[in-house]
């Protein structure tokens, strides 16, 4: 299993990794002529000696880091101020992203920010308009919430027929993780500032050379909205919005805008270009829905997948991601026949709301072909849908939002491939 | 005006009796008083009082009733030259040829197909409601290698450049706070809200 995940990952990051281990090799040298001083051996990684239990181990060191072996890297989409990457989901355990591998999606590039000259402006209803700097935010009672970020554009790969077949989690739905977000909760500012009952929209403003802006319903921001400064444990990485963040817990990541400079409070929307122009869901029926927040129920298998090989039949479990914008996943079933039948998926606890959920399934492989699906279900009752029933429902030139059933194909040598083409 | 300030004064009486019932509901809750630990008061007084001038200096939006719109005016002869200057390099002479968005097309003139096929691209002709987002884009962003760079008055143009290259200005219209926000875009009534609730029906 661990071979077999390793040799996936080589597959994809070869070069990657060669250059790691190149560097391994140099650190060993060193380790050499250094290791018989007082000090000891040096706290740089060392090449696998032949037997550990016979050899000093490295000392401490000021900042870990991965072992030589294990280095997953975020795909790029192209080198552009606007342009993003996404985890690497099918080599990620647990629910947590660590944050250097969380996804990007950037408009005009990650903007350098002095700490110590940020500012959070809130004005407009409001009583008394205020500055708020990042000491006066980390001031505040501060709250902490484990959940999802995805781009609403996540998994447009998937949402055609005649998808690609060799395509990776990564590929298809890298633009989801999950992080403990840390922040002052935005109701706490709102309070501060006197926001008027009445106001029923503000504007997220971000202080990137894309100024980002979006509206947010006011009903979100008294409800669970945050102004995140923490990401898993330290301060937000530069690229998820250093020094502070929106966080909407469930919403689609664009309206969480980084690097968050002002907040305006207002009764009307602001209809930005990436509320009308952008992150708007053209329809079937000739409108275009706006507005559309909310990430809906979503699942996918990371193992078995492209490109996997099962190297012997018998005992495998299949192991994915299920989350929803709504709330918990109350269950997620698999089918290993092409959605003929179902089982329901065990949860691995912790299950959290608006947050990346582990399932698994014990699967006997017999070595014949298999089509591979997971279908989450949410505490609303909503069921991820089929491609079909989403195309149906949205029309096949729709953005956004896709967030059908994705199905895996194991062909009988054990290859794993995207299997949306057979799954029609 | 008295209107306003007894609103102020009844927000100010809400807001001192929250914190009155918050004070109120530590004490009753067990919680030390005077200073010690608890569920605190509603408001910290943490931050600094914002002035007109750093609002102003930040408030850039623009709505789409010309709210924040700020003084100026351009044509979309003045339009033509910052585009050909500033905008072509990313958007194609024309604002057709790329290699970023495409900016000008009014392909199909009937309906709104975006959602039924593929087959069109999306743009500020055939699929942007509202002629300030084009203000208010331009002025926040663009362009992209000197973003925030151009004035009113070249904003102005600009938008009314492409407002004309989409057939939706004559070519002797000037964009200003005024005018902008009057300017019909043909997909104005093709948005909807959102209609999903979660559920079992899948919209």
Not at chain 1, 31 to 44: C, K, Q, R, V, Y
Not at chain 1, 282 to 297: H, K, Y
Not at chain 2, 120 to 136: C, E, I, K
Not at chain 2, 196 to 203: A, V
Request: charged share 20%; proline share 8%; glycine share 12%.
């Amino acid at each position: 299993m661990g071979n077999l995940s390793r040799r996936a990952m080589l597959g994809a990051t070869g070069g990657l990794i060669a250059g790691g281990l190149l560097k391994t090799q140099a650190d060993a040298i060193t380790l050499d002529e250094t290791a018989a001083t007082p000090e000891g051996p040096p706290s740089a990684p060392q090449e696998a000696p032949q037997d550990p239990t016979k050899v000093i181990g490295r000392f401490t060191s000021d900042l870990g880091e991965r072992a030589p072996g294990e280095q997953p890297r975020r795909i790029i989409n192209r080198p552009s101020p606007s342009s993003s990457s996404r985890t690497p989901l099918q080599d990620l355990r647990g629910i947590i992203t660590p944050a250097d591998l969380h996804f990007e999606r950037h408009h005009a590039g990650i903007p350098a920010i002095d700490p110590e000259r940020y500012e959070l402006l809130i004005h407009g209803m409001v009583d008394r308009p205020m500055t708020f700097s990042l000491s006066d935010l980390k001031r505040y009672p501060a709250t902490s919430q484990l959940c999802f970020v995805e781009c609403s554009g996540n998994g447009g790969a998937a949402y055609r027929t005649n998808a690609a077949r060799e395509v990776t989690p990564q590929q298809i739905d890298g633009l989801t993780s999950t992080s403990e977000w840390t922040g002052v909760p935005l109701s706490t500012l709102l309070r501060e500032v006197g926001a008027h009952e009445d106001a029923t929209w503000l504007l997220a403003e971000g202080g990137d050379a894309a100024v980002m802006g979006r509206s947010v319903p006011m009903e979100k921001a008294w409800d669970d909205a945050m102004i995140g400064y923490g990401q898993n444990g330290e301060a937000i990485r530069p690229e998820q919005g250093y020094p502070a963040r929106l966080v909407l817990p469930g919403w689609e990541g664009n309206a969480q805008v980084k690097w968050i400079r002002r907040i305006e409070i207002s009764d009307q929307p602001f209809m930005t270009r990436d509320e009308t122009s952008k992150y708007t869901d053209p329809l079937a029926d000739g409108t275009a829905r706006q507005f559309s927040l909310v990430m809906d129920a979503k699942s996918t298998i990371t193992f078995p997948s492209y490109p996997n090989v099962l190297p012997e039949t018998g005992w495998w479990e299949i192991r994915g991601l299920a989350w929803s914008g709504r709330g918990k996943i109350t269950q997620v079933d698999v089918s290993t026949d092409g959605g003929d039948t179902w089982e329901p998926a065990e949860l691995q606890e912790p299950v959290l709301s608006k947050c990346h959920t582990r399932f698994r399934h014990l699967w006997n492989w017999d070595g014949g072909e298999a089509l591979l699906m997971s279908r989450a279900v949410d505490e609303t009752g909503y069921v991820q849908p089929a491609l079909k029933t989403l195309i149906d429902a949205r029309g096949e030139g729709t953005s956004y939002h896709y967030n059908s059933i994705r199905p895996w194909k194991v062909e009988s040598d054990g290859r794993v491939f995207f299997g949306q083409a057979e799954a029609q | 005006m008295t209107g306003a300030r007894e609103v102020r004064a009844i927000r100010l009486l809400r807001v001192a009796l929250v914190t009155t019932i918050a004070t109120v509901g530590c004490q009753s809750g067990g919680g030390p008083s005077g200073g010690g630990s608890g569920d605190g008061p509603a408001t910290f007084s943490f931050g600094q009082d914002a002035t007109p001038a750093q609002i102003a200096a930040l408030d850039i939006d623009v709505r789409p009733d010309g709210t924040g719109a700020p003084p100026g005016s351009g044509s979309v002869e003045e339009g033509g030259r910052v585009f050909a200057a500033k905008c072509a390099v990313c958007h194609g002479p024309t604002g057709t040829e790329g290699p970023n968005d495409v900016l000008v097309g009014r392909d199909p003139r009937e309906g709104f197909p975006f959602g039924a096929t593929r087959g069109f691209r999306r743009t500020v002709g055939n699929y942007w409601p509202y002629a300030t987002t084009l203000f208010d884009y331009i002025n926040r962003t663009m362009p992209m290698t000197a973003p925030g760079s151009l004035t009113a008055d070249e904003v102005y143009a600009t938008a009314a450049y492409i407002l004309y290259l989409n057939e939706i200005i004559p070519e002797d219209a000037v964009m200003n706070p005024q005018t902008l926000p009057a300017v019909m875009m043909p997909a104005r009534d093709r948005f909807v809200p959102d209609n999903r609730t979660g559920g079992p029906e899948i919209r």
